[in-house]
Nanobody, 125 residues
Framework: QVQLVESGGGLVQPGGSLRLSCTTS????????MAWFRQGPEKERDFVAAINWSGVDQFYTDSVKGRFTISRDNAKNTVYLQMNSLKPEDTAIYYCAAHRTTGFVPLHPDEYEYWGQGTQVTVSS
């Protein structure tokens, strides 16, 4: 079992920045690919970014490329999402997720076994 706890959400003006953190406990963190998904009002849960077990490979949805950066610190059992140049359309609940693998990194939410409770990000002036 893996427990995930997100933090770092909040209200920010357009063009601003936030850094989300997701700290895990339970099974070995470095055995898992990690990802961030988001869900806006009346929308499905969409892929944002993912990172493989070592941190070498990162994946992003097109709308956040060049603005968001996913990273991880296996010594701290934590994955991060640095979000810059935020836009109102980035407003959503952001979820951290974990999938046990040291190989292929899935991008679909159905592939992830463990989820955090979510943290609200609101981009508004």
């Amino acid at each position: 079992q893996v427990q995930l706890v997100e933090s770092g959400g909040g209200l920010v003006q357009p063009g601003g920045s936030l850094r989300l953190s997701c700290t895990t406990s339970g099974r070995t963190f470095s055995d898992h690919a990690m990802a961030w998904f988001r869900q806006g009002p009346e929308k499905e849960r969409d892929f944002v970014a993912a990172i493989n077990w070592s941190g070498v490979d990162q994946f992003y949805t097109d709308s956040v490329k060049g603005r968001f950066t996913i990273s991880r610190d296996n010594a701290k059992n934590t994955v991060y999402l640095q979000m810059n140049s935020l836009k109102p359309e980035d407003t959503a609940i952001y979820y951290c997720a974990a999938h046990r693998t040291t190989g292929f990194v899935p991008l679909h939410p159905d592939e992830y076994e463990y989820w955090g409770q979510g943290t609200q990000v609101t981009v508004s002036s």
